[in-house]
């Protein structure tokens, strides 16, 4: 048990930060999108690029028209930083002196959630709004699927083993 908690803890922090990271680069990126500062357009305004703050570094890249900057660049770019900030919450209940918790459950519920609906959410207000997709994203999709499915397991097993814990205590 003592390797669980340490590799939950080593995973917690590194998926906390990439989480910090992608939500920062979502701000940043809707800032700059509606200032217009630090963007670059090429090709007579069909592409614009995000710059590293301060410089002119490309940092991101895509098409320079609001329905594909809103459902195609930064709902995904958010959706992500949710994924892995529900993740390392999962990781988090795994920390915890007790592995069968309503904070594990709890968590294990919104991961499993998010995984199968935000997805084929993201799909369907792309193809409405902006026309198209991003080439990919269905692959990418039915991987959240699967990945939700599996959380989705997990959750059972763990609300499971919460109920036998709980009767277990009034025994004692």
């Given at each position: ?10 995973l ?27 963007v ?13 703050p ?47 918790t309503k ?34 994203l ?23 083993g ?11």
């Amino acid at each position: 048990m003592k390797n669980v908690k340490i590799t939950s803890t080593i995973l917690f922090y590194i998926t906390r930060i990439v989480a910090i990271l992608y939500l920062a680069t979502t701000f940043y990126s809707l800032l700059t999108l509606l200032t217009e500062w630090s963007v670059i357009t090429s090709e007579n305004g069909k592409y614009f690029s995000i710059c590293f703050p301060f410089t002119e570094k490309h940092f991101l890249n895509g098409e320079n028209n609001w329905a594909y900057k809103i459902f195609n660049f930064l709902i995904p770019i958010g959706f992500y930083g949710i994924f892995f900030l529900l993740l390392s919450n999962v990781f988090n209940a795994f920390r915890k002196p007790k592995l069968f918790t309503k904070y594990g459950v709890n968590q294990l519920r919104n991961f499993y959630l998010a995984n199968i609906t935000l997805p084929f959410l993201e799909i369907v207000l792309a193809s409405i709004f902006a026309g198209k997709i991003e080439e990919g994203l269905e692959f990418v999709a039915v991987i959240h699927f699967f990945l939700g499915v599996f959380a989705y397991f997990m959750a059972a097993i763990f609300k499971q083993g919460l109920q036998i814990q709980n009767e277990q205590d009034l025994f004692i």
